[in-house]
């Protein structure tokens, strides 16, 4: 247990607590058996439940508005503000809150895993469980680091604190305050770890952009020939599946930076989704859920033989499951690699439209990044036939807190200088909507061998077609594919319904992207859907 010499005391923080800092796995397992605050499945892993927050709380986050952030914010929706006397009310309670605990833990780590564009963090938990997701999300400096470690941001994170509306300025007993000023975020009300690691994140893209380099909601990897590619895409598209590749070499699954030389995860862990995991779609993540290390949040558990249900989603839809990213076989042992050859931006389209690839420009790039489409089946209630469209700016717009452009500029730069191909995968629903009976999801095998395609390079070599409605190319054959799946409008039992849904969706995208037509250049307006 190495405990900085930048203690919390030099911070202003005062606790007569017990202070664990920096415990590895076994001792943190064991002190969160020992608590109560989970226990341990038959195969090693750890199982906890988060109560009612299952997924980030995003209408509870705030930042504070001072002189720091007024003009450098994209303040609306998504970035919400929040007054500095407020923020100094709510730490002032936090504080004391923090104060009244018999037992705290604090881990210094990195975010970042490219030295030149790390930053130092210390995160305090009330939860030993919650010290051991942050230690297994971030990046673990070495033992020799710790003793002089001064944080540059700190995280107290306190799921028994109870906001006040009216005296914080929050919208619920729940709350995310981040101060960029005092560089602090404070996480009370909720148990779901996640909105630590989201934070960093947050810290990173308000950060990174301002010394040019490019932050990226994305998973990365490296093949045999040492070409990079990076994958965007939001949740439930298969970000993390098609980067857990045992012929490729991992570099993270979720939160990247791009620089002048390198492609590097902000973290030293992986967070997928675990419902409904298949052993034998993905097995490198299944194997994951019986080794002891990893967190296993709101997976059903059997009390009795301690056996998981993958399947069963009556906690959450939302289960989640931690663990180092070296758990993944053929992982780099940097958290690195070169810059990237060829970008994959992810959609699962539930409207059935899009076609499973589709190559393009770096005008359409530009334009398919900041609309940050996918769809979802719309629920299961009576009745819905419809799917939802949902756009996230640049694949992930609850953390980007400056404005769309400056991450849409810097991926345009950087897609020109290094000559990146640029790729659409649509791992949604083929033949109709997702609402319609007997369709079905992209077959994963039709995906991956399109993927090897344009990541190996033989897809540059076969027959493009222009889609009439987006204007990006699709490949019309390709070797070990089905080519019925590639045409989207021929694979519909019904070509004029097609036609129909995919009016629809082109007015959605332009719709959506008209927030940003002030804001880029004609070369990108040009590269929008046409409307019919």
Known sequence: MTASTHGLDKQGIKTTAELHWNLGTAPLIETAVRRGEGILSKDGAFVVE??????????????????????????????????????????????????????????????????????????????AWHSLFIRTLLVRPEAAALADFLPEFTIIDLPSFRADPAKHGSRTETVIAVNFTEKLILIGGTKYAGEMKKSVFGILNYKLPVTGVMPMHCSANIGPNGDTAVFFGLSGTGKTTLSADASRTLIGDDEHGWSDTAVFNFEGGCYAKMIRLSAEAEPEIYATTKRFGTILENVVIDPATRVIDLDDNRLAENSRGSYPIDFIPNTSAQNMGPVPKNIIMLTADAFGVLPPIAKLTPDQAMYHFLSGYTARVAGTEIGVTEPEATFSTCFGAPFMPRHPSVYGDLLKERIAKGGVDCWLVNTGWTGGMATMPGIKRMPIKATRALLNAALDGSLKNVEFRVDPNFGFQVPVAVPGVDSKILDPRAAWADPAAYDEK??????????????????????????????A
């Open 50 to 127: 988060t109560g009612k927050h299952t997924g980030r709380s995003a209408k509870d986050k705030f930042i504070v508005r001072d002189g720091e952030t007024e003009n450098t914010i994209w303040w609306g929706k998504t970035n919400v503000p929040m007054d500095p006397a407020h923020f100094a009310a709510l730490k002032a309670d936090f504080l004391a809150h923090l104060g009244s605990k018999d037992t705290l833990f604090v881990q210094d780590l990195y975010g970042g895993s490219q030295p030149e564009h790390r930053v130092n963090v210390r995160v305090v938990t009330e939860y």
């Open 502 to 531: 995919a009016k629809a969706l082109v007015k959605m995208f332009i719709d959506n992207f008209a927030q940003f037509a002030d804001h880029v250049d004609e070369g990108v307006r040009a590269a929008a859907p046409k409307a």
